[in-house]
């Protein structure tokens, strides 16, 4: 995935005087890339495998999703293997994780149409 500039995850290194809710913010989504790619084991295989379905699946006018989509990095995953006819729906709630996924997909090169939209997927 071609992120956006990222810095090292150290949003939690130091004790909290007080806890407050975990927002997917500014801050985090800068971090994002590191705080993900560290906690979720086999995460690149994950994407990787997203992108093998999305192939397999995905037809001429095919419309996917990727709800939840923080950095857009599945988005992109099934961008690059499917279609340029399929359009990709890429659902976030957080302006701030949207923002740079946004910049993700725009600095990307493939061809498939990918709609953004800030929405709650439980709705």
Request: proline share 3%; with cysteine; net charge neutral.
């Amino acid at each position: 995935m071609n992120a956006t500039p990222t810095g090292t995850d150290t949003l939690f290194a130091q004790p909290l005087h007080q806890l407050q809710r975990f927002s997917f913010d500014q801050h985090v989504a800068r971090v994002f890339a590191d705080m993900i790619g560290r906690s979720v084991p086999g995460y690149d295989l994950t994407l990787h495998m997203i992108g093998v379905l999305a192939a397999h699946f995905a037809q001429r006018g095919s419309r996917c999703y990727d709800l939840g989509c923080s950095l857009g990095a599945s988005t992109l995953a099934m961008r690059h293997r499917v279609p340029a006819s399929c359009q990709l729906v890429a659902i976030d709630n957080s302006l701030a994780m949207l923002e740079r996924c946004r910049d993700n997909v725009q600095r990307d090169r493939a061809a498939a149409r990918v709609d953004i939209l800030c929405a709650d997927i439980q709705q």
